[in-house]
C-alpha cells in the first residue's frame, strides 16, 4: 500500500486531482482482490480437491463417494472466487458509492446462488447414480423424483435470481405468482400429473425398470427401460421404443409379467380339438394295448380293478360290461397326457397341472392342457410348449381318437 500512496502522491504532485487518485487506489484493490479470488480458487481446484479424491478413494463407504464426487466438488469450489470478491469488494469500492457498490455485490450474489444450484444439481445426480445401482432401490421412481426435485430447485433459483436483480423480496415475487397458479398449473399439467403418478406406481409396487408389461390399447409389449417424470419407455419385442406418459399407467390398465417371472413357473394353457366321432368305450383289446404303455400300465390296472370291485358290489356281470362302463379311450387318453405332463423335468409340479375337458362345439371337443413350466424365458418356454404338444398330435391315433380339422379342398377334391 506505500507504494499505492506513493504513487498518489506523485499523481497529486503532477496536477493530477485527488479524485483521479483515489479511483486508482480502488482500482489496485479491486485488482488485489481479483488475484486473491484467483489464486483462492486455483489452490481449490489443483490441490484440495486432488487431495480429498485420493483420500475417498481409499475409503468403502459409499456417503463420502456422493459428497466428494468430482463433478460435485468442482460446483462447489467455483463458489470460492465470487464470495471472496463478495466480502473484500466493499474494502476496495470503500468510497465509490452505494449504489455502484450495491450493484456489484448484487451480481457476486447471482454468481453464487447459480453457482449453489449447479452444486446442489450435481449432488442429486450423484446421489441418483449412486442409489439407482442398488437392487433395494431399483423399483423406485428415483429418476423422476430427481428431475422433480431439480424443477424445483431451479425454479426457486430463478426466483431468487431474479428477486436480486430488481431489489425485492423472493416472498415478492411468489406471492404475485400464487396469482397466477392456474397458469403454472397448465404449464407444468404434465410434470405435475407425471410426478404424482410415479409415486403411486412406486408405493403400489405397480412398476419398476426391467419389468415385462403389456399394454394392448396402446400397441406396447416389452421391457420398462426408463421411469421419468414425464415418460415411460417400453422397449417392445421387435426393438421398437414405445413412450407413455406415466399418469396413463394409473388410469389405464395394464399387465405386469413380474409375478409370472418372480414365482415358480410360467403358465401353458393351450387345448387341441378332439374329433367327437371317434370317442367310444374301450374295449378289452384297446385296454391290454393300454396297458402296455408305461406310463398307463398301472392307472389302467387300478381303474380295472376298482370297476370289477363296483360290478361285484352292484352285483353286475363283468362279462357283460367288460370294463366298458366306465372306461373310454378319450378319458384314458386325458390320464396319459396328465401323467406325461407330471414326468416332465421342466413341467412345475408345485403348480397346477391338469388336462381338462371344455364345452363340445361344432369343432369338437377342446382338451386344454393347463400347467407350468419352470422355464421362464420366452424362447426355451415356446420351445418346451411345442414339444408338448407335438408329442400330443403323434400320440392321438394310440388311442383311436382323431384331431378334428375343418375340411379344405384338398378333402374335398378326395372326397369327388
Not at 152 to 167: A, D, R, T
Not at 220 to 238: M, R, S, Y
Amino acid at each position: 500500500m506505500k507504494i499505492v500512496q506513493q504513487i498518489n502522491d506523485a499523481l497529486v504532485a503532477l496536477g493530477f486531482a485527488p479524485s483521479l487518485a483515489e479511483q486508482l487506489d480502488q482500482y489496485v484493490a479491486f485488482v488485489g482482490v481479483l488475484i486473491i479470488a484467483f489464486l483462492a480458487d486455483a489452490v481449490c481446484r489443483h490441490i484440495l480437491l486432488k487431495v480429498i479424491s485420493k483420500l475417498v478413494k481409499q475409503t468403502k463407504a459409499t456417503w463420502d463417494d456422493i459428497i466428494f464426487d468430482n463433478k460435485v466438488m468442482v460446483r462447489l469450489s467455483r463458489m470460492v472466487a465470487p464470495i471472496i470478491i463478495y466480502l473484500l469488494i466493499p474494502v476496495a469500492f470503500s468510497e465509490t458509492t452505494s449504489e455502484t457498490l450495491d450493484l456489484i455485490q448484487r451480481f457476486c450474489l447471482i454468481y453464487i446462488i447459480i453457482a449453489f444450484i449447479s452444486f446442489v444439481g450435481a449432488f442429486l445426480t450423484a446421489v441418483y447414480s449412486v442409489y439407482s445401482e442398488k437392487e433395494q432401490f431399483r423399483d423406485r421412481p428415483l429418476k423422476g423424483l430427481l428431475q422433480t426435485a431439480l424443477v424445483i430447485l431451479y425454479f426457486i433459483g430463478g426466483i431468487i435470481v431474479v428477486s436480486i436483480l430488481i431489489n425485492k423480496s423472493p416472498m415478492v415475487l411468489l406471492t404475485g405468482l400464487g396469482a397466477s397458479a392456474a397458469i403454472l398449473m397448465l404449464v407444468f399439467k404434465d410434470s405435475i400429473m407425471g410426478f404424482v403418478s410415479g409415486v403411486q406406481l412406486s408405493a403400489n409396487k405397480m412398476l419398476k425398470v426391467g419389468d415385462w408389461i403389456s399394454i394392448p390399447k396402446y400397441n406396447a409389449d416389452g421391457t420398462v427401460i426408463e421411469v421419468t417424470l414425464n415418460t415411460v419407455k417400453i422397449q417392445n419385442w421387435d426393438n421398437t421404443i414405445t413412450t407413455i406418459p406415466p399418469y396413463l399407467l394409473v388410469s389405464d390398465s395394464f399387465q405386469n409379467w413380474r409375478g409370472m417371472e418372480e414365482s415358480g413357473g410360467r403358465r401353458v394353457k393351450r387345448s387341441i380339438n378332439i374329433d367327437m366321432n371317434s370317442v367310444k368305450f374301450c374295449t378289452p383289446e384297446m385296454l391290454e394295448k393300454y396297458h402296455k404303455i408305461q406310463l398307463l400300465s398301472d392307472y389302467v390296472e387300478r381303474t380295472e380293478q376298482t370297476v370289477k370291485a363296483y360290478n361285484e358290489e352292484q352285483g353286475i356281470d363283468n362279462s357283460i360290461l367288460v370294463n366298458g362302463r366306465r372306461q373310454t379311450n378319450l378319458g384314458v387318453f386325458r390320464a396319459y397326457l396328465t401323467l406325461y405332463l407330471k414326468n416332465l423335468p421342466n413341467v412345475n409340479k408345485d403348480l397346477t397341472c391338469m388336462v381338462r375337458q371344455l364345452q363340445p362345439t361344432d369343432h369338437g371337443i377342446p382338451v386344454e392342457l393347463y400347467f407350468f413350466s419352470s422355464i421362464k424365458s420366452w424362447v426355451p418356454y415356446e420351445a418346451l410348449q411345442a414339444d408338448v404338444f407335438d408329442h400330443v398330435l403323434a400320440i392321438i391315433p394310440e388311442f383311436d381318437l382323431q384331431v378334428f380339422q375343418s375340411p379344405s379342398g384338398a378333402d374335398f377334391r378326395r372326397l369327388s
